[in-house]
């Protein structure tokens, strides 16, 4: 199945004892690079984690993170953030001297602000978290599969309309271009023949230095290579589940044909149709570059 490269997924998990939370956002990237932010806690499954990954995606620049909560503090050991507490203690002197407030100030004033006492953290490894954090991931990165798809079919659609629109050009130019090498032949003829005696002329020499000529500007196998280049395109987007790099080759040789039809042509609706067939070449590159 086609995929864009850019897509969001996210996927959750809460028991009796934990929650954790998977969020993965996936950007353009020639190749596959993965960041992946764990708490310590779970740095032991980086690279199971990194794994699952890989067999899901392909290529972008993947940012996945895990968010784990305790919801049973068993092990009972915490850090006491003591200049925060420090910090809150005469932020709270400060309000009650402003405002008057009569009364002391009490550890449950203090508690208020639970960033204050934050829990160790005790590394989780074990065959049923890995299990577990497994499936999370998977099914995060599931969902921004789905998303990338439906992108995708977007994304194909406007391929597909982009190519439509260079083939029409480029039937009208092969058409067109089947005259060019006589009219350029007629053209050269006629101005040889103002220079020139016409008596002299060993008419058979010159008609065959012409067409030697004429042959230069001949773009009869450009368009058909250019036919060819587009159906392969069509050929890839159908048959294929990895196109980008694929379908960036083919742009490569597209580009290339209208480059060599639009310097052998001197028939100025000819080199307008190119210009306008290249500007389509470059947003289909721009498209492609989207996709996985």
């Known amino acids: 199945m086609l995929r864009s490269m850019t897509g969001f997924g996210k996927a959750d998990f809460r028991n009796a004892h934990y929650e954790i939370s998977v969020e993965i956002k996936n950007l353009n990237n020639r190749f596959l690079d993965i960041s992946l932010k764990l708490p310590k806690s779970l740095m032991a499954y980086e690279l199971l984690l ?4 890989k067999n899901k995606v392909k290529r972008g620049k993947l940012t ?5 909560k305790d919801l049973v503090l068993t092990n009972g050991n915490f850090t006491l953030k003591e200049e925060s507490i420090q910090f ?3 932020l709270l002197q400060q309000i009650k001297s402003r405002t008057g407030v009569k009364g002391r100030i009490t550890l449950d004033h203090l508690l208020h602000f639970s960033e204050l006492i ?3 953290e005790i590394s989780k490894e074990d065959e049923e978290m890995a299990g577990k954090l497994s499936g999370v991931m998977e099914a995060a990165l599931d969902n921004l599969n789905v998303m990338r798809s439906k992108e ?12 439509q629109t260079i083939e029409t050009i480029i039937e009208e130019v092969f058409k067109r271009g089947k005259e060019n090498p006589r009219t350029e032949l007629e053209k050269m003829f006629a101005r040889l023949k103002e220079m020139v005696d016409a008596n002299k002329i060993d008419s058979n020499r010159l008609e065959m230095e012409m067409a030697l000529i004429a042959d230069k500007v001949d773009i009869t196998e450009e368009c058909i290579r250019m036919k060819s280049h587009l159906e392969m395109f069509r050929t890839i987007l159908e048959h294929n589940d990895e196109v980008g790099k694929q379908l960036t080759f083919v742009l490569q040789e597209m580009q290339r044909e209208t480059n060599t039809i639009g310097s052998k042509t001197t028939d100025v609706s000819i080199s307008h149709q190119m210009i306008q ?14 996709l996985e």
Do not use: C, G, M, W
Request: hydrophobic share 40%; aromatic share 8%.
């Open 277 to 290: 067939a290249k500007d389509e070449i470059e947003k289909l590159r721009e498209q492609v570059q989207n």
């Open 152 to 163: 995708a079919e977007h994304l194909i659609k406007d391929l597909l309309s982009r190519i």
């Open 118 to 120: 934050e829990p160790e």
């Open 50 to 53: 990194k794994d699952i990954v």
């Open 64 to 68: 996945a993170t895990v968010i784990f």
């Open 88 to 90: 809150y203690y005469k």
